[in-house]
């Protein structure tokens, strides 16, 4: 796989109590103009997105499509795959604020394959998947698939 370079621009206005930015895709185009705020990242998102959600939907992203290559690797075929990510960002020791989790839970529905195989295809798609090994540099990672039938 030859080297990926993407880029996201932001910006922003105001302090940090009443600002507000907006995110744009730099290199797809394929968002502009994400409204956030730091209210959106700690308190209700109210229709804004934040760093936290886009990290969650980057992460479903990639472990997504590092399992549906695993699963055609096993000699399966996947159907429809359901990827939900939930990234949790808490305080830790000395007041900072970190990320600490991300939880992956896939609901799959492949054809090829029993629940073992998928197990295994999940094993090995989470240890391929790169915002894994980023996101588990510094915090954990859990991973969770399950088959589902039409």
């Known amino acids: 796989m030859p080297r990926i370079e993407r880029v996201a621009e932001i910006v922003w206005e105001g302090n ?3 600002g507000a930015g907006a995110i744009t895709a730099g290199s797809s185009g394929a968002f502009s103009g994400l409204p956030y705020t730091n209210v ?9 997105t934040s ?11 990639c472990f997504g499509t590092s399992l ?5 690797r096993a000699g399966g075929t996947v159907v ?3 990827v939900t ?3 949790t960002m808490d305080e830790v020791e000395g007041g900072h604020h970190r990320i600490v989790a991300s939880d992956l839970d896939a609901r799959a529905h492949v054809e090829g394959l029993d629940a073992e195989g998928l197990d295994r295809a999940t094993e090995v798609a989470d240890r391929g998947c790169p915002f894994s090994a980023l996101i588990r540099a510094s915090a ?3 991973v969770r ?3 589902e039938s039409s």
Request: glycine letters at 4%; aromatic letters at 0%.
């Open 51 to 61: 760093p936290e959600e886009l990290l969650a939907a980057a992460h479903a992203c």
């Open 80 to 82: 429809h795959l359901d």
């Open 16 to 18: 940090l109590a009443r």
């Open 140 to 142: 954990s990672v859990s």
């Open 68 to 72: 549906a290559g695993e699963v055609a």
């Open 40 to 48: 959106s990242r700690i308190a209700q998102p109210e229709g804004k």
């Open 85 to 87: 990510c939930e990234i």
């Open 145 to 147: 698939a399950r088959l």
